[in-house]
């Protein structure tokens, strides 16, 4: 079993910043791929970024490329998503998820968090 707490949300103007924490429990946390996931109200849910168990893979959606870095410490049990040059339409709830594989298929993943709020005003 693995718990996984969001921690790290907030309100920032846009082009401000923030990052967001995923905290791990579990002894084999190290083993999981991570994936960071966000839904706007309204909408469904949306796959952001992913990182493999030992951070050599990650992905992202185009939307945050060269703005968002996800990244992992897994002496922490511990993944970051480092969110730069927000933007209004970031605005969502952000939630972290662990899976096999670092995939963008939210239904891959078999353990999630409770999410935490991220709102950027214009």
């Known amino acids: 079993q693995v718990q996984l707490v969001e921690s790290g949300g907030g309100a920032v103007q846009a082009g401000g910043s923030l990052r967001l924490a995923c905290a791990a429990s579990?002894?084999?946390?190290?083993?999981?791929?991570v994936g960071w996931f966000r839904q706007a109200l309204g909408k469904e849910r949306e796959f952001a970024a992913a990182i493999n168990w030992d951070g050599s893979s990650r992905r992202y959606v185009d939307s945050v490329k060269g703005r968002f870095i996800i990244s992992r410490d897994n002496v922490e049990n511990t993944v970051y998503l480092q969110m730069n040059s927000l933007k209004p339409e970031d605005t969502a709830v952000y939630y972290c998820?662990?899976?096999?594989?670092?995939?963008?298929?939210?239904?891959?993943?078999?353990?999630w968090g409770q999410g935490t709020q991220v709102t950027v005003s214009s």
């Open positions: 998820a662990a899976g096999d594989i670092p995939v963008t298929e939210p239904t891959e993943y078999d353990y």
């Open positions: 579990g002894r084999t946390f190290y083993n999981y791929a």
